[in-house]
């Protein structure tokens, strides 16, 4: 059985019955054998023996509390928003080093808590009139004391995609990656936009090509901080390349022979592949074959 995506698969019950019933949800937390998510800011904290560590929902603690959902076992497991002083970086790659020890459902689970708790630490005031919020469906929300505006958790769609030429496809690196790292291109659906809309224009203003037949391959939510990676494919109309070198600092067409060294970590590889929890891996992986 293929692995799942990474971030995807986690089994807890997302209880929305639960948050909107106060009565529930306050019942969820006095449920002795309710568990809290440890964090260090918004990165996990291994347990004992690797994986998330879960501790006794503590009563006494003030600290605002999320419903991630319930177990199998009908168990409450929440998160807590992080407390004085405690820093919120979205970009720590700490956690990098902390995510192979999660299995595929625990890595699941702490993306999303994690995208909870940096929105959470992001959203602390009203967009509309500027007065603090408040937590309310169970943690799924913010509501304005002031003008009753509600808030809600966003998920940023970004498209990332394969472009395909004459048995080759297209790879690039941003001045950020280590070297020899190269990836699928990707980039932010804009309003106004279909999803393939956005990936003939992200090809076309990173790589200067022309695609069509863009199609859908797969999806992944993305916790850094809150995205949802679109998987595509599309047809380059030619091999020609016109990086904008403020996004792109190379790109190359590659073979499959070539994406097959590289998944495989030959040294003699052209690239360094992405690595397994980034979709960018599966999609290379699907069209390698």
Do not use: K, N
Not at 120 to 129: D, I, L, M, P, S
Not at 206 to 213: F, L, N, Q, S, Y
Not at 232 to 250: H, K, N, S, V, Y
Request: with cysteine.
């Amino acid at each position: 059985m293929a692995m799942p995506l990474g971030f995807t698969g986690a089994r807890l019950d997302r209880a929305d019955q639960v948050r909107v019933d106060a009565e529930r949800f306050a019942a969820a937390m006095a449920d002795p054998r309710a568990l809290c998510l440890a964090l260090d800011g918004i990165d996990p904290i291994p347990g004992e023996r690797g994986g998330l560590r879960w501790e006794p929902f503590d009563p006494a603690d003030d600290r605002e509390v999320i419903l991630l959902g319930l177990d199998e076992a009908g168990v409450p497991h929440f998160v807590r928003e992080p407390g004085p002083g405690q820093r919120i970086d979205a970009r720590s790659r700490t956690v990098m080093r902390l995510l192979p020890l999660l299995s595929p459902e625990e890595a699941a689970l702490y993306g999303g808590a994690r995208s909870l708790v940096d929105w959470h630490a992001r959203h602390r005031f009203c967009a509309v009139c500027g007065t603090p919020t408040s937590l309310f469906r169970g943690g799924w929300g913010r509501q304005c004391s002031a003008c009753g505006a509600e808030h809600f958790p966003r998920v940023d769609p970004v498209v990332i995609m394969l472009a395909e030429f004459e048995e080759r496809v297209l790879v690039g690196r941003q001045p950020g990656f280590q070297p020899g790292f190269f990836s699928a291109l990707a980039g932010f659906v804009e309003p106004g936009e279909s999803l393939e809309e956005a990936v003939a224009r992200e090809l076309f203003e990173e790589a200067g090509i022309r695609v069509t037949d863009v199609s859908y391959v797969a999806s992944q939510p993305w916790p850094f901080p809150s995205s949802l990676m679109i998987g595509c494919r599309a047809r380059a109309l030619g091999p020609a390349l016109t990086l904008d070198t403020t996004e792109i600092e190379a790109a190359m067409w590659v073979d499959r022979a070539e994406v097959r060294a590289a998944l495989a970590g030959d040294m003699g590889a052209p690239f360094m592949a992405p690595p397994p929890l980034a979709i960018a891996r599966h999609l290379l992986e699907e069209w390698a074959g």
